[in-house]
């Protein structure tokens, strides 16, 4: 590599800033691991480079010269912008890690089926799902974003719809082997209907048919994977989340004895993030991707 005629060889700057700072040769070449003498030598061939005196040595201490002085201030920034672009450039390319807050039954059973696509197209960022039923606030800073269900409505965070969920009862095939025939939606309430801690889904449903829930009988659980074991294992008939079904219906784990499906704004996904805090890099790359997601049309169910 050809040396500049320009620009003094690096070697000799770093020793110069270290000597200017502390001045002294020795506490120099201990900082820098090199001999005393070596760091003479690099003093030496940066002045006869500039031409001219960077230090007046005395018997026992040594001073900047006036030049020495005003070079010294300017090699100090120059290392603090090289340093600050070296800070910066590591954070960009360092892999980022997004924490995401999410329901456990919309994780399992829609979320972590898509993120190979995600982390195939963002190979520098680093997914971690926290399960949880409790509304995220963002103030132990812990979770960039959440995904949760429900209205939209919750105070101190800010929600942009995901897509609304469709319901309708799915049932076990076991069901149906124990003689079980569901002619009309009233004869729903002769089983145990499932449903996680907001039963807003039957009332919705059997609203629409014309049944009255009240009349009902409600098996309450903490979460719908919960839910989804229940029906699975027979144990009562679960108010479908088509989004979330769609796999077991494909599979003919659970049925779908009525067409009728249920739409309403009060049934719908929603990304939560913080409401006075922009996203970092990473998690909006995640938002956005995950709005590209719940935008696109699933597959049929065959």
Partial sequence: MRTSTTMPPLQALRAFEAVGRLLSFRRAGEELLITQ????????????????????????SIELTPEGAAYLERTVEAFRIIAGATSEMRRQTARQRVRVSVLPSFAANWLVSRLADFMLKHPEIEVELEPTLRLEDFASDYADLAIRFGTGR?????????????????VSPALYDDG???????????????ESWNPVGWELWLGEVGVDIRRARVLQLTDYNIVLQAALNGQGVAIGR?????????????????????????????????????????????????????????????
């Avoid at 003479?40 to 031409?51: N, P």
């Avoid at 779908?256 to 249920?262: A, E, G, H, S, T």
Wanted: glycine share 4%; aromatic share 8%; with cysteine.
């Fill in 37 to 60: 003498s070596a760091v003479s030598h690099h003093i030496k061939q940066l002045e006869e480079m500039l031409g001219v005196r960077l230090f007046i040595r005395k018997a026992k």
């Fill in 154 to 170: 919750w105070e101190g965070v800010r929600a942009e719809w995901l897509m609304n969920e469709e319901m309708s009862p799915v």
């Fill in 180 to 194: 079980t025939r569901f002619a009309e939606p009233k004869e729903l309430l002769l089983q145990t209907l499932l």
């Fill in 242 to 302: 088509m989004h979330m079904v769609r796999d077991h219906l494909a599979a003919g784990r659970l049925l779908q004895p009525f067409p009728q499906i249920v739409r309403s704004e009060k049934i719908a996904y929603w990304l939560v993030m913080p409401q006075n805090r922009r996203l970092r890099p990473g998690a909006e790359a995640f938002a956005s991707w995950l709005k590209e997601e719940a935008a696109s049309p699933p597959s049929p169910v065959c």
